[in-house]
């Protein structure tokens, strides 16, 4: 919903969560721009930074600069080397986040899939909805050279909509996930009260 710049959304579902899918968020993009995004009269809250905002935690870190509007990058360093460094960049109305961040798949070490599934974790993961990374290989071609990035980023993106307003800062992270997405967002929140 962030990502095509849908603000104000009544979702119900008829589950326990969303389906998996094919590991990506391009299906659900793409039927929430064909059905149309219609203009609200109510007034939709902004969250503007003045200043630089730094949260980090270990080896991750999210940063917000100041910007005008939103803008959203991530840098993923990591030590596989069939993932390796790797960054994505989504700044909307030059980016079309249907296209380019949605149809990219999440991912995942071969070595920690048993682990994840003997944890009750993932069970519907298959490699019919993630790319699993084997040492010299991936379960299937990926979609985009930085597709490990742009999956990365799209989860940023997502993280940061629980702010619950419209972000406008360039928002950067580097190595972070969900757990670390949304300590961001609780500072950020923390730091607008200021």
């Known amino acids: 919903l962030y990502g095509t710049g849908v603000n104000n959304a009544v979702i119900t579902l008829s589950a326990l969560e969303p ?18 995004i219609k203009q609200l009269d109510a007034p939709v809250k902004i969250i503007k930074i003045s200043e630089p905002l730094i949260v ?5 870190s999210v940063l917000f600069v100041p910007w005008d ?4 990058m991530y840098i993923l360093d990591h030590p596989h080397p069939m ?3 790797q960054e994505a960049e989504f700044i909307p109305g030059k980016d079309d986040y249907a296209k380019q961040i949605a149809p990219a798949r999440t991912f995942g070490l071969i070595e920690e899939v048993d682990a994840l599934q ?6 519907g993961g298959s490699v019919e909805n993630a790319v699993v990374v084997y040492p010299d290989r991936y379960s299937s071609d990926l979609r985009f050279e930085n597709e490990f ?35 961001a967002v609780k500072s950020l929140l923390d730091f607008e009260k200021i």
């Open 19 to 36: 389906p998996a899918l094919d590991g990506s968020s391009a299906e659900i993009a793409r039927e929430i721009v064909n059905s149309g």
């Open 118 to 123: 003997k944890a009750g974790l993932a069970l």
């Open 83 to 85: 993932i390796g460094q």
């Open 149 to 183: 990035a742009r999956h990365k980023l799209l989860d940023f993106i997502g993280d940061l909509s629980l702010c619950g307003s419209i972000i406008h800062a360039f928002c950067i992270a580097v190595r972070s996930g969900h757990s670390m997405n949304v300590k």
């Open 69 to 72: 509007g939103f803008r959203a």
């Open 56 to 60: 980090h935690e270990g080896k991750a």
